[in-house]
């Protein structure tokens, strides 16, 4: 037994070493800078203050850029779940080769990058391009009208980008569920919406927490495509959190970091107590 722990700890080790160094330590780093007072010669003065917190917390417009990050975050995952869950549901029913093409299918786009899908939005939502040329053509807009810079324009690019992201991981999580269980609900009388609400909806619920999960914390972290799509007009915290590095103010930079942080804890722990995966185990 006391060979067996070493070779535990010894394979342990590692692993918990390089995440203390390079996620622990430089967090806890940071969370020391925000509690600093800014600086325009450096990267910031030794003098502590709650002031970067303080003026989030009492500030309204901080109060309104929270409130249109968290809209915006709730729309986009009841969208990929609405979504997603159907084409994940017909995935996780084909045969091995069709499920494969059709997962290659969805993983095409991740293979673009996150700057070159949001430039197509540009030339798909701009003044000059394809829906105002569209609307201009046929007669229902008498000038070229511009759909970027709002909430509908950085949503519909989130989501466009997200989408995959929810499917794959929804796909996964109901081809593990055993074939009996549905089997079971129908033979005892249960029809098709029944034993989904009842049998495969529940047993999919890890993979549904996880799928919400991964979509909030790349919703909360997508700065390109809200910068692109949303302009100066529309932004969310993350565009904050880079302006206050443009600006080289860096401890109001961890501070709003760290909002940003507790507000994707508190959305991933809405989502447990909602979703709860752990009841496929027995333990919700």
């Known amino acids: 037994m006391p060979s067996l722990r070493l070779s535990s700890l010894a394979l342990l080790a590692p692993p918990v070493l390089l995440l203390g160094v390079f996620f622990v330590m430089p967090l806890c780093y940071l969370l020391f800078v925000s509690f600093m007072t800014n600086s325009m010669g450096d990267l910031y003065e030794t003098v502590p203050t709650l002031a970067n917190y303080t003026e989030i917390v009492s500030d309204p417009f ?9 809209l915006s975050t709730a729309v986009i995952l009841i ?3 609405l979504i997603g869950y159907p084409v994940a549901l017909y995935a996780s029913r084909l045969e091995a080769r069709g499920r494969l093409l059709l997962l290659m299918a969805l993983m095409v786009p991740l293979m673009v990058s996150n700057v070159v899908r949001a430039y197509g939005w540009v030339a798909i939502l701009g003044r000059q391009g394809v829906v105002s040329g569209t609307l201009n053509t046929v007669g229902l807009v008498d000038r070229p009208m511009s759909f970027l810079y709002d ?3 950085v949503t519909l ?5 997200l989408l995959p992201f929810m499917v794959i991981t929804l796909t996964n999580s109901l081809m593990t569920i055993d074939e009996r269980y549905r089997e079971a609900a129908e033979a005892l009388g ?19 927490a996880s799928g919400l999960m991964l979509v909030t914390f790349l919703t909360l972290s997508a700065y390109v495509t809200v910068a692109l799509l949303g302009g100066p007009r529309y932004k969310l915290l993350v565009s904050f959190v880079f302006d ?13 970091s760290f909002v940003l942080l507790i507000l994707a804890l508190v959305v991933a722990a809405v989502i447990q107590i909602i979703v709860r995966p752990g009841r496929v185990k027995g333990r919700g």
């Open 79 to 81: 969208a990929c779940f």
């Open 151 to 153: 909430f509908q324009a």
């Open 190 to 208: 249960a029809g098709p919406w029944r034993t989904f609400l009842r049998v495969t909806l529940p047993m999919s619920s890890p993979g549904i």
């Open 157 to 161: 690019g989130l989501l466009t980008i």
């Open 62 to 70: 901080y109060h309104l850029i929270i409130e249109r990050t968290l």
């Open 244 to 256: 206050s590095v443009s600006s080289f103010r860096w401890p109001r930079a961890a501070a709003l």
